[in-house]
């Protein structure tokens, strides 16, 4: 059995580059300029949009724990075994619309 996964996120690097399956950068404001948490190995000249974190969705909080309910009941599935082939998991999907 698999498990469903979301694409790996995609980001421009310089030149036109595709950078593939990078987890989100983190910085911080210090002097006016931003400064990231940690190292990148970010090509020199990449370009990275960003977008401030209190913007990030319009969920309220009723919302938001809805979503992480259904996220640690997610995890606990698989943890559990309880997962499909992502074929079967969009057939079904297919299925419903």
Same mark, same amino acid.
């Given at each position: 059995?698999?498990?469903?996964?979301?694409?790996?996120?995609?980001?421009?690097?310089?030149?036109?580059a595709i950078v593939?399956?990078?987890?989100?950068?983190?910085?911080?404001?210090?002097?006016?300029? @931003?400064?990231?948490? +940690?190292?990148? /190995? !970010?090509? =020199?000249?990449?370009?990275?949009?960003? $977008?401030? %974190?209190?913007?990030?969705?319009? @969920?309220?909080?009723? +919302?938001?724990? /809805? !979503?992480? =309910?259904?996220?640690?009941?997610?995890? $606990?599935? %698989?943890?559990?075994?309880?997962?499909?082939?992502?074929?079967?998991?969009?057939?079904?999907?297919?299925?419903?619309?």
């Open positions: 059995m698999g498990l469903c996964l979301p694409p790996l996120s995609r980001r421009t690097g310089a030149k036109g593939t399956g990078m987890a989100a950068l983190k910085a911080r404001v210090e002097n006016g300029r @931003l400064k990231l948490d +940690e190292p990148t /190995d !970010l090509p =020199e000249g990449t370009v990275v949009p960003l $977008e401030i %974190a209190d913007d990030w969705d319009d @969920l309220d909080d009723a +919302e938001r724990a /809805d !979503l992480h =309910e259904a996220l640690r009941e997610g995890f $606990e599935d %698989a943890k559990a075994g309880r997962t499909i082939e992502a074929k079967q998991w969009a057939a079904q999907l297919r299925a419903r619309l």
